[in-house]
């Protein structure tokens, strides 16, 4: 024994094994002598093996640097289980850790056996410094003892979120509360997951369409207060998770995991799923601040209930951890659209999910109705913003068909039943009223049999095929298989080609009338732009020359297909001729070939009719003036058409003198110009003001479009309601709403300024088909819809101008395909400024 070790007199541990304090002016090095098992003569391999603590020790010697004393503690815990022959889990707090303990914890777990340590749990809670690599490097090298990993990610930076996520844990517990994911993309391995927790991740917007293919065995899965809001693209995500039996958007307040609510199911779990340590996602109330002070006797006994979960494999052991008491509430930046939003919900004797105040449209209450009676009291917490999508709760159920728990509440037999007749009513699993997927391959060799067979067909008998399976019918088949398959479609910004000098900030757009190829739109700097979109390059380029301001009219002449309409927000209007001419570099411009028409101040709207022999044109007065286009003159003004401004005005597709006026005074009246419009052929109501109207191309309907989602189709001939598409409202006055048709006249497509959503509905059910939401790239580029058009040449093609909430970023046109899939496009190219999430439904 040395003088030194003799001088000092080291205290004896509780393993019997004497540790040599290190005086920390020696540099770190600690030597360390194991006096109690020492035998005069031998080496120390001739003995026992080291325990935890004397291997720790070594380690620590090797690298010189000073043992941590909360790893001491953790390993003489572990080593005391061992010895009374319990579960030997080792609990490692990150936050007790600096960079320099990571080398010899690191070289511990490489030297630790299989048979030594049964688990290992790492907890993190506070926003320490520490090197992520090194983290990353522990997580690995405990590898498949890892058991349960509590994080706050934000402290290690992007790239520890990026490696995690792309190349997996080994652990049954993964609770990255407070994660930075916007579009969360968890692609690496995570085999032996058993429940994973991203609540208070307040920015995850979407899941994408991969994050949940390596997660085989997940059971239990939390998302309490993200952003995630999108019904369809959430639930084609989730089917990819083959285990999932209890999922959660919000949270029962007295519900601290993702299972029943022990009073809504008398404390029963579920029977048919068994999960191996039986540790469920969850923690204790946001609230409750102590909690979060990491060595005091709460987490003991929160490692307690842990261990338990390994010992008695009957018992539905809870794993307490979840929020933290500093994470920012979604409730207050919600609760100007969602009045609700103020507070808690407390429903006494009903669950409503969706509105949170549902009943069936005629306001009765029956077997159908979209809530479900417990007998206690249930308060929602945390809600993510799709939970107050009309439906949702039936929505899920139905389209998750092994899910057990949604929300803290067991799903029954009637629940399911219930679900799938509300999602038949309300929604469309596929275009046309298709039941099943199929492949496109199938449906083509489908029409190649019924080709065959109509060629050779005996004349006595009957056809063998009825005269649905014509043509039309099967391609609305393949539309509806493509669109079955491609859950994220291909989408892209319109691209301008050969001129990188300036970028434009387009205000309105419309499709050419007759070349699929060509689009006009007008910028907020009165330009009026021609382009292929097909290929990006421009056709035409008429300048603003000082005259206009913002181009809010545009419309394209039918008959002389190489000249449309123009109108600015100061009045100007012009007739533009779009044949090609040298580029705006050369300094040339159309004045010579456009034709100016008496203005029409503080315009917002101009329609040419089916003849091209007249235009009218509105704004914010209560006049509507129209304009002959072969003599170049405006013809008469009527005035006083409604009591507030009219907004839009749009003439029929077949009749040249039949026109509809949509205005904020919450009337659409139809006129006829062959009975001087004095008197309306009649008037229909929106009980909000007008933004627009529009004819089916085939003029049968006039979808109406009012404030914050109120979008209704009348009948052309007389006004009468035809369908109501009770699109939830957001409560606001200032969310001015837009519809289109889409593929003729079978789809709506319909966005509003203030939301990212552009919902698809079936013209002729109201049935949902999908939404898509509108992301825009980084943080804080939130979007919102300003403007859209179907495709009239594609079938499920469209474009949308997506504004951003930021004033410094420009506008951009936004092209949709939903028959084809995003999985073969580089969706993250350079110069995608935004990106659009969908799915289909179920």
Known sequence: MSTKAQRISPPKSPSGRLVIPVNRETEGKTAIIAMADRVPGSSRQSLSPPGFEQRYNDCCWRHG????????????????KKARCQLCSLVVFLDDLKD??????????????????????????????????????????????????????????????????????????????????????MVGKFIYLRSLNLDFSSSLTSLRKDCFTCMPNLNCLSLCETRIANLWTTSSALLKLPSLVELRFQKCLCCDDTGPCPGSTGGKSIDSVQMDSEIRVGGPSSFDEDYYHYLNSEEADLFDEVESGYEDTSDDSEVDFTSHPRETSMLGAFSDVIPQWNGLVDLQTEISFGTLAMQDEDGSSNSRHTTSTVAKKYIACHPSPICYEKHY?????????????????????????????????????LPYKRKNKES????????????SCTNSQNWRRKPLYVSAKSQCFFSRSLSAAKVGSSAWPLLHPLS?????????????????????SLMAFGTLDGEVVVINHENGKIVSYIPSLGGMNSVLGLCWLKRYPSKLIAGSDNGSLKLCDIKPISS?????????????????????????????????????????????????????VFVDMHREHINVVKFANHSPSIFATSSFDQDVKMWDLRQKPIFPCYTAASSRGNVMVCFSPDDHYLLVSAVDNEVKQLLAADGRLHLDFNIVSTGSSQNYTRSYYMNGRDYVISGSCDENVVRICCAQTGRRLRDLSLEGKGAEASMFVQSLRGDPFRDFNMSILAAYIRP???????????????????????????????????
């Open 584 to 636: 705006r570099n050369k300094g040339t411009n159309s004045s010579a070939h456009s034709v100016t028409f008496d203005e029409f101040d503080q315009l917002t709207s101009v329609h040419v009719n089916s003849a091209d022999e007249w235009f009218l044109a509105s704004g914010y007065s209560k006049n509507v003036a129209l304009y002959d286009i072969g003599c170049g003159r405006r013809l008469q």
């Open 496 to 516: 301008i080609s050969g001129d990188e000098s300036r970028s434009f900030r387009p205000r309105q757009f419309e499709y050419h009338p007759s070349d699929s």
């Open 100 to 185: 320099a303990d990571f080398l010899p914890l690191l070289d511990m777990f490489m030297e630790i056996g299989t048979s030594d340590i049964d688990a290992v749990d790492i907890f993190h809670y506070s926003s320490c410094d520490l090197n992520g690599e090194y983290v990353l490097l522990l997580l690995r090298a405990i590898n498949q003892k890892l058991r349960v990993v509590n994080i706050r990610d934000a402290a290690f930076g992007k790239e520890f979120l990026r490696d995690l996520s792309q190349r997996g844990l080994t652990c049954q517990v993964l609770n990255l509360r407070s994660s930075h994911f916007r579009k969360l993309n």
């Open 393 to 429: 709760r039936e929505y899920m159920v139905a389209s998750l068909p092994s899910l057990k728990v949604l929300d803290n509440l067991s799903i029954e037999k009637t629940d399911k039943e219930r679900a799938s007749g509300i999602f038949s009513q309300h929604f469309e699993y």
């Open 440 to 451: 496109v391959v199938s449906i083509l060799h489908k029409r190649e049999i019924r080709a």
């Open 808 to 842: 410094s970023s420009n506008s951009e046109i936004v092209k949709v395909n939903l028959l084809a899939s995003s999985d073969n496009a580089k969706e993250d190219s350079d110069g995608l400024n935004s990106r659009l999430s969908c799915s289909m439904g179920g």
């Open 65 to 80: 640097v000073v043992p941590n004393k909360a790893l001491l503690s953790a390993f003489f815990k572990a080593e005391a």
